[in-house]
């Protein structure tokens, strides 16, 4: 090889080990990356927004399914957020009626109105009970509550349905967003309704 060597030399030299470099970097990006799936799937009675006429709590409800996409890697669900497009800041999922006292193995929320076996609900699919290998699913219905009303420019939208931001947030503080649609439904003030929203609020 003549002495400098040429930069043609030189770049022939390096471009071999760059480029194992170069897709072995590729393929742990590849394997390691995390892709979590967020469908709805119901109708809008089971994909609803439902407020007690005269008092301000909102309720959501709405059937997804939650897939790990992710090629090799594993994604452990460490929180649930919904944003509805008004102020809100007071939203949060239901607990798991396994953690209440005494344990419950059903969701229940005013009285019957909202009342879904564990099973059904994702809300309790968090920590251990939300690891997800690739190619793992969960499937039910989602649990929240709010503190402030729907809006009553948004009451009528019971046709096209509201558009509300569901988030996912992994342990490793990954975030994963989709739209929902949800059904927005006035419940009358019953007698019943009532007594139990203000034992609802009280807890």
Request: avoid cysteine; glycine fraction near 4%.
């Amino acid at each position: 090889m003549p002495w400098p060597p040429s930069w043609y030399e030189v770049l022939k030299d390096f471009a071999v080990p760059l480029t194992a470099l170069a897709w072995g970097i590729y393929i742990w990006w590849r394997d390691n990356r995390r892709v979590l799936s967020i469908h709805q799937m119901g109708s809008s009675i089971t994909n609803r927004v439902s407020q007690i006429e005269g008092h301000d709590t909102t309720t959501f409800a709405f059937e997804i399914i939650i897939t790990n996409d992710s090629p090799k890697a594993n994604v452990v669900v460490a929180h649930y957020q919904v944003k509805p497009p008004w102020a809100d800041p007071e939203i949060e999922a239901l607990a798991d009626p396994k953690e209440a006292s005494p344990p419950s193995d059903r969701y229940t929320l005013y009285g019957s109105y909202i009342d879904h076996p564990r099973e059904w609900v994702v809300n309790h699919h968090r920590f251990q009970y939300g690891k997800l290998a690739p190619g793992d699913t969960i499937r039910g219905t989602f649990l929240a509550r709010g503190k402030n009303p729907i809006p009553k420019d948004l009451r009528g939208q019971r046709e096209n349905g509201i558009e509300v931001d569901f988030t996912i947030t992994d342990t490793k503080r990954k975030t994963y967003q989709q739209k929902v649609v949800v059904f927005p439904e006035l419940i009358p003030d019953l007698k019943n309704n009532s007594a139990a929203l203000k034992s609802d609020q009280s807890d």
